[in-house]
């Protein structure tokens, strides 16, 4: 009764916790982003950055600040240390961003921060599609006015980023001759329209008890009005006809989406820290139908990415895994126990001890995620060994099962199982103070583990032996089959008769394994695998958004042909902040995510042959499940970084070239990369003002005549349409065009535009970078033998930073002191255990033994080494010395002198044989399932890869040399004459 109430409790609280990928964790960075339209990436630095950074590195817990200064904006990076409490930080940066604003030069907009890190990818990414006659500007305008503020209205949604599509426009195009002609100037122009477009409050009227808003009406207020439109000039007032053409037109186009042979627009929506990704996305689909059919169906909305998928994949396949393990290790057990009862007891306790630290989530605020999970299904195996202890011990003499003799039994191991419990935990102990990124994202792994043992513990001598005394009729234990015996006498007698070869043998494959991992690759962090593909072209600066399109739909057609479902983003908003931060140095990239069909059969490698283009500067491929690490900031392993850092960008131009000369550095790439040609207007300012005009009459011209300037809006179908004036095509392709252009003066003449100002070419950087408020430049290059030397090489100059050495350096440095931490208070508690601090010392040899088949079998089957390879060798650490104390707790009581020390040996070691094969045999077992990773879907395998494989080395090794071992010690110790083989 009491274990199905716990099964029904552990069941009741699984539904009401929260469900995620990873734990709850918040990156610990803001980003800042301040616009100032039409500003150089030069004077955005000087004018903006600086003032914001010199005003945000006060901070409190601020460890690093960074920023992009590009033309019209700055975007600032703060990196906060992990435990920083973010809304604390957000609101302190908000304070000091009121008092910067009041530095900054007043056309620059206030510095804003996003409310959703734009590092983090997005939950759902949506398509949205045309239908019928639905043109894409007014499909543009429904997206930004209407489709966006529905998703953002869900609860967890943090920001949604809209991509492609077009923005519908009234142009007038006017002709710069014929308007100065009419002696006007851009400027009157643009305030006259806008006089007749915009509706002027003209104040109150009281009319008894009633009060009265008085507005004047705009003249225009549909696009059909402006043409009849009339313009005051010097002489008389000229239609607006006269002077230029009215027709309908879109925004120059900055970004587009392809998907199915069809351009749209894309909704990338990221979710508020703390949601769940599962939740968001479920919500999501919910709306889609309903939003669908309030809009006729004129629009179709496509789910193209959906990350939340990846996460359920993962979850499943873990619980999976438990799922087939426990069933492995249930077999194991009835093949050992020759009995089904005591086989079902014992399978039991896994359940009952996972329900059991499942009640005991919310207290400690775990959530269901890949860790918590990965935990527990890699204690699926270890839950069974304390009560497979003392199941053993109470089955081990054949009498009648009375409660004294139980609770006799139960006893007698009970320290031994607790003590095996103890070290397991304590080696998981570091991961809780770990400091980072690794303590955030795997102390819940360990909290779930130690929940798991402990739950465990407590099952083995609560349960077990209470059901056993509740199970009628006669259960014996039955002695092992001849194999395993058979086996163990070998490696008996090879540890008893010949312990310098063996012990030749055991060195010589802790050498082995030892080399294997150090020549193994290393990978952060270990992901699911993915179908799904991001490839992400780069083009010169200088190329147009058509030329994309053109690359875009070759490759949609490549990826029809070989059966790829893709889609295409190419360019990005200058005027969304999300975009821009997401692009800080703004390149020219097409991005194209494909889905690969099941069994694809496609490597990276094969993929980018597939999809090549020649035109791409560079091509970076990685999966979707691998953005994961960028997000939480862990550096890209094939790539290493260096910051190179001056007092201004000239220094650290120059710092980066001497570098480069001096050492021979493969496939380097130096950021910025490439210089942009600008053509510099400089006002002449002793005829500026002899003719009566002024610097921002000159510029306004300048601006109107190449980008246009907004004059207004009109009113088409409950929407407002924004109208913009500019000069024909021609004067942005022909300087000579723009040099023609004369300006109306006061005394009624007009005076040409190359006699106010200077033309000059001049070359700079598109964007500037600074880290720490320094400028710098990145050196980006392949890792291999020559940048680990070009780093050693560059230690001794403090200009020159190693980012991978600036992220993880402290880090793996107060790791590894933790883990040294726990390994000491785990011998000397086996010490105390002992009595001795010579039998924890060599225990623990098992433990670098394990590296014996760790290293070598991850060097040859191309596995690399990750995060979760090194927590699973903390695992072993805690599971391999258990033989040993198992083994101690029966030859301490065996051996009572120094008479036939062999036999004793051997038969204590035999006795406690199926005990071992149940917990190991069982531990392997059920992360068999985790380790084969059927579906490819498993966050964990390289973890439970370590555990298997390291746990069947250290478990071969100790029946090999500890009874041997511990047979001279206990002969030793029991003041007698010294054993003689």
């Known amino acids: 009764m009491i274990a199905l109430l716990l ?103 206030k510095p804003m921060i996003l409310p959703a890190d734009p590092g983090e990818q997005p939950v759902m990414i949506l398509g949205v599609l045309p239908t019928g006659e639905l043109s894409l500007e007014r499909l543009t305008n429904l997206v930004e006015r209407e489709l966006s503020t529905a998703f953002q209205q869900i609860e967890g949604v943090g920001s ?9 426009e ?11 002609s009419y002696g006007l100037s851009f400027s009157s122009f643009v305030q006259a329209l806008n006089s007749f477009t915009m509706e002027i409050p003209a104040g109150f009227m009281k009319e008894e008890t009633t009060e009265y808003i008085v507005k004047v009406e705009p003249l225009a207020e549909e ?142 605020r775990l959530t269901i995620n890949v860790m918590s999970l990965g935990g527990l299904a890699i204690a699926v195996g270890m839950v069974v060994d304390n009560s497979a202890v003392i199941l053993e011990n109470i089955l081990r003499l054949p009498q009648k099962r009375t409660k004294e003799y139980i609770l006799h039994a139960t006893a007698e191991v009970a320290g031994s199982t607790l003590a095996s419990t103890t070290t397991t935990i304590i080696v998981f102990l570091p991961l809780f103070f770990l400091p980072g990124i690794i303590g955030k994202v795997f102390s819940p792994l360990a909290a779930s583990v130690c929940l798991t043992l402990l739950s465990s513990y407590l099952v083995s001598i609560t349960i077990v032996p209470l059901f056993l005394f509740l199970i009628p009729g006669e259960i014996s234990s039955p002695s092992l089959s001849r194999t395993p015996k058979r086996v163990f006498k070998i490696l008996f007698s090879l540890g008893t008769k010949a312990p310098v070869l063996t012990s030749i043998v055991v060195l010589l494959s802790m050498g082995i394994g030892i080399l294997g991992l150090i020549h193994t690759p290393f990978l952060w962090l270990e992901t699911p695998q993915s179908e799904t593909y991001l490839l992400e072209y780069t083009f010169p600066q200088n190329t147009k958004l058509e030329s994309l399109k053109e690359v875009a739909s070759e490759l949609e057609a490549v990826c029809t042909a070989h059966d790829i479902e893709a889609y295409f983003l190419g360019g990005y908003n200058p ?94 790439q130096v950021l910025p990369s490439e210089k942009r040609v600008s053509l510099v207007v400089s006002p002449i300012m002793e005829r500026v003002l002899q003719y009566g005009l002024d610097v921002q009459t000159v510029a306004s011209t300048l601006r109107t005549v190449l980008w246009g300037t907004y004059g207004g809006s009109v009113k088409e179908e409950g929407r407002r349409i924004p109208i913009r004036i500019k000069a024909p095509p021609q004067f942005q392709e022909e300087r000579a065009l723009i040099e023609g252009i004369s300006l109306p003066t006061e005394g009624g003449d007009s005076i040409l535009f190359t006699q106010l100002v200077r033309f000059e070419q001049r070359e700079d950087y598109p964007y500037l970078l600074r880290h720490d408020r320094k400028d710098i430049f990145i050196l980006s290059c392949a890792r291999s033998k020559e ?66 088949g760790i290293g070598p079998f991850y060097l040859l089957t191309h596995t690399p080494l990750s995060l979760n390879t090194f927590l699973g060798i903390l695992v072993l650490i805690g599971t391999a010395v258990n033989n040993g104390i198992i083994l101690f707790e029966i030859l301490s009581q065996r051996i009572k002198s120094p008479l036939h020390l062999i036999s004793r040996t051997y038969v204590g070691s035999l006795q406690r044989l199926r005990a071992i094969l149940l917990t190991v045999g069982s531990s392997l077992l059920a992360l068999l399932p985790l ?34 071992i511990f047979m001279r010690f206990f002969g030793r110790r029991r003041k007698n004459p010294p054993w003689k083989p």
């Open 7 to 109: 099964l029904l409790l552990g069941v009741l609280s699984v539904l009401f916790l929260p469900v995620d990928f990873l734990p709850p964790l918040t990156v610990p960075r803001l980003t800042v982003v301040c616009s100032y339209t039409g500003l150089p990436a030069r004077e955005v630095r000087d004018l903006i950055t600086l003032p914001l950074e010199d005003t945000l590195s006060t901070v409190q817990g601020l460890r690093h600040i960074s920023s992009t200064s590009r033309d019209g904006f700055a975007i600032l990076t703060l990196e906060f240390s992990w435990g920083t409490n973010m809304e604390i930080a957000a609101a302190q940066t908000k304070e000091l961003i009121d008092v910067a604003y009041t530095r900054l030069p007043h056309e620059a907009s």
């Open 160 to 168: 949604v980023q809209v991509l492609g599509g077009r923005e519908e």
């Open 170 to 180: 009234v142009h007038i195009i006017i002709d710069p001759h014929r308007l100065t």
């Open 223 to 364: 696009p059909e009005d402006l043409p009849t439109l009339f313009i005051p000039t010097p002489l008389q007032p000229v239609p607006v006809t006269s002077i230029g053409e009215v027709h309908r037109d879109s925004l120059e186009q900055r970004s587009f989406f392809f998907y199915r042979g069809k351009e749209g627009v894309a909704l990338l929506i990221r979710r508020q820290a703390g949601y769940s990704p599962i939740k968001i996305a479920q919500e999501i689909r919910t709306r889609i139908p309903a939003l669908m059919e309030s809009y006729s169906h004129d629009v179709e909305i496509v789910v193209v990415q959906d990350n939340s998928i990846l996460i359920q994949e993962s979850l499943s396949s873990l619980l999976f895994s438990a799922l087939l393990g426990m069933g492995a290790a249930f077999f194991l057990i009835l093949l050992l126990m020759r009995h089904l009862l005591p086989a079902l007891l014992l399978i039991l306790t896994i359940p009952l001890s996972m329900t059991l630290s499942f009640l005991l989530f919310p207290i400690f």
């Open 575 to 668: 005027e969304d902040p999300y975009a821009i931060a997401e692009n800080p140095d703004a390149p020219t990239t097409l991005k194209v995510v494909a889905h690969l069909p099941p069994h694809h059969g496609y490597t990276p490698r094969s993929l980018l042959s597939t999809l090549s283009v020649p035109l791409a500067r560079t091509i970076n491929i990685t999966t979707s499940s691998n953005l994961l690490i960028e997000a939480l900031g862990l550096p890209d392993t094939g790539r290493s970084l260096f910051y190179v850092s001056g007092k201004t960008p000239e220094e650290a131009e120059a710092l980066a070239q001497h570098i480069l000369s001096t050492y021979s550095i493969p496939d380097v």
């Open 787 to 852: 940048t680990l030397h070009l780093s050693h090489m560059l230690e001794r100059e403090p200009r020159v930073i190693d980012v991978l050495k600036l992220q993880w350096s402290q880090q793996l440095k107060e790791t590894m002191f933790l883990f040294f931490l726990a390994i000491l208070f785990l011998y000397v508690l086996l010490g105390y255990q002992f009595e001795s601090f010579f039998l924890p010392f060599i225990i623990m040899l098992t433990i670098p033994v394990g590296f014996s």
């Open 931 to 964: 380790a084969l990773d059927l579906f490819g879907k498993n966050a964990q395998r390289s973890m439970a890869l370590s555990i298997l494989v390291g746990l069947l080395c250290s478990t071969f090794f100790s029946l090999l040399i500890l009874p041997s």
